[in-house]
């Protein structure tokens, strides 16, 4: 039996193998398959060639959720998306409920990480001794979000939102799959081992995962709307009130951060403290001489104080 979710907005497509969810999903609104007026998901149970953020690679095993849904809009798309979408995410029963139980044995709750991941910095049981001694902290990232948008005839229609989440296995990051990366992979699977907590700790089928994710995403979309109507009254609830969403899930809070950014094809790494985001999504670091840099991009590492 196909699994399927149950949102009367939206039509739902589930395949056993995807190249990519977001790329299937793309051109099948491009080439008219799909209503570019109507949402649309796609869920797959693996993808051969699963993409991340920047073109880097999603290692996609099965038992993991693949997942991308087509929404239709009709204003510009922002950096503030992805991060609405990692809060919406964070949200779900299944995130709440671990993060209850993390909170309750002092580890580290999952979050939203900058731009587009959610997991959490923590030294844990799992990390190799030789791990712990070097000067990054690795991310252990559970989901992965990849946001693009969609055109037809030169004019923006919609915008596939894309959700990798690891659930029964973890993929094998090597360092080329890490592609340049300071983090290794985790899934749910891996937070109950760690929790090391009785029977009651029983994985949600994918079936559920499909519905919370999808309705999270919903859920974000409508969010994002509400800044766009804001825009011309000068009015700025939604987004404050956002802002202080994400400060309570922010994965870098007061963390020292490494930030390598190119620049005319030159490096330029410049370090310093998370100190929240802006308005516009940017990360706020403030830098070793006191200076506030709002960053729209750059690779990230988590440091140890020096």
């Not at 959490?120 to 712990?132: D, I, M, T």
């Not at 990054?136 to 915008?159: C, N, S, T």
């Amino acid at each position: 039996m196909l699994p399927s979710v149950h949102l009367a907005e939206l039509t739902h497509r589930h395949v056993t193998s995807s190249a990519s969810t977001n790329s299937e999903l793309i051109a099948a609104v491009q080439d008219g398959t799909l209503n570019a007026a109507e949402k649309h998901l796609l869920t797959a149970e693996s993808q051969s060639a699963g993409r991340g953020q920047r073109g880097r690679s999603w290692q996609s095993p099965h038992g993991n959720v693949y997942l991308s849904l087509y929404h239709p809009v009709h204003m510009s798309i922002s950096g503030l998306l992805s991060l609405i979408i990692g809060v919406e995410l964070a949200k779900m029963p299944v995130i709440q409920i671990v993060n209850e139980q993390l909170r309750a044995q002092g580890l580290t709750p999952i979050g939203v990480k900058w731009a587009n991941d959610l997991g959490f910095y923590q030294k844990s049981p799992a990390l190799k001794a030789a791990e712990l001694d070097t000067q990054i902290i690795q991310f252990h990232k559970l989901a992965g979000i990849l946001i693009e948008p969609v055109w037809q005839a030169g004019k923006l229609v919609g915008v596939v939102m894309g959700v990798g989440l690891n659930v029964q296995n973890t993929p094998k990051l090597t360092t080329q799959t890490c592609e340049g990366m300071s983090y290794q992979a985790i899934s749910l699977q891996d937070i109950y081992k760690m929790l090391a907590s009785d029977n009651t700790n029983h994985l949600p089928t994918l079936q559920i995962l499909y519905q919370q994710i999808s309705e999270a995403l919903l859920a974000a979309m409508t969010r994002f709307e509400h800044f766009d109507i804001e825009r011309p009254t000068g009015h700025t609830y939604y987004l404050d009130s956002f802002l202080q969403e994400f400060a309570t899930m922010d994965a870098l809070a007061g963390l020292r951060l490494r930030v390598t950014q190119d620049h005319d094809d030159k490096a330029r790494v410049i370090t310093g403290w998370a100190c929240h985001i802006d308005t516009n999504g940017c990360l706020q670091l403030r830098e070793d001489n006191g200076n506030i840099s709002a960053l729209f991009t750059g690779r990230i590492d988590v440091v140890r104080d020096a």
